[in-house]
């Protein structure tokens, strides 16, 4: 039998009989539906009480279905834990662009502040001249 790590608490396995405990004599009765979450089609039909082979037949088929239903319940826990990654693969995506995006903007305003450090720098050295210079024509005027 496969086996799962998680069985969801929303979602209860029912079913009608233990393939264990079950006598090889029990009645047709019994044997309505024991796979209620399963489709029509594939249902376990009721045995023939009166013969050992008709059980067997039942009891297997009823472990095959008791086996499709749990892969059927792991394929759905796998499927929601794909969504759950898609959706943090995505998040992570977005995050990794957004520092992309912060990492170029940075860059940007890095040699801008760059820029406008040489330019005030130059202004000043300018400002210092025409000081000189204005000192100068004040002083021989």
């Given at each position: 039998?496969?086996?799962?790590?998680?069985?969801?608490?929303?979602?209860?396995?029912?079913?009608?009989?233990?393939?264990?405990?079950?006598?090889?004599?029990?009645?047709?009765?019994?044997?309505?539906?024991?796979?209620?979450?399963?489709?029509?089609?594939?249902?376990?039909?009721?045995?023939?009480?009166?013969?050992?082979?008709?059980?067997?037949?039942?009891?297997?088929?009823?472990?095959?279905?008791?086996?499709?239903?749990?892969?059927?319940?792991?394929?759905?826990?796998?499927?929601?834990?794909?969504?759950?990654?898609i959706a943090r693969l995505e998040q992570v995506e977005k995050e990794s662009m957004d520092a992309?995006?912060?990492?170029?903007?940075?860059?940007?305003?890095?040699?801008?502040?760059?820029?406008?450090?040489?330019?005030?720098?130059?202004?000043?050295?300018?400002?210092?001249?025409?000081?000189?210079?204005?000192?100068?024509?004040?002083?021989?005027?």
């Amino acid at each position: 039998m496969i086996t799962t790590a998680r069985v969801p608490a929303d979602k209860p396995v029912r079913i009608a009989f233990s393939l264990n405990d079950s006598p090889d004599d029990a009645s047709p009765e019994n044997f309505s539906l024991a796979f209620p979450e399963l489709e029509q089609q594939l249902q376990p039909l009721p045995p023939c009480h009166d013969s050992k082979e008709s059980m067997q037949v039942y009891k297997q088929h009823c472990k095959i279905a008791e086996e499709y239903h749990e892969v059927k319940k792991e394929i759905a826990l796998l499927e929601e834990r794909k969504k759950e990654l898609i959706a943090r693969l995505e998040q992570v995506e977005k995050e990794s662009m957004d520092a992309a995006q912060l990492a170029k903007e940075y860059a940007e305003l890095t040699e801008e502040n760059r820029t406008l450090k040489l330019a005030q720098t130059q202004c000043v050295e300018q400002l210092e001249k025409l000081r000189i210079q204005y000192q100068k024509r004040q002083g021989s005027s």
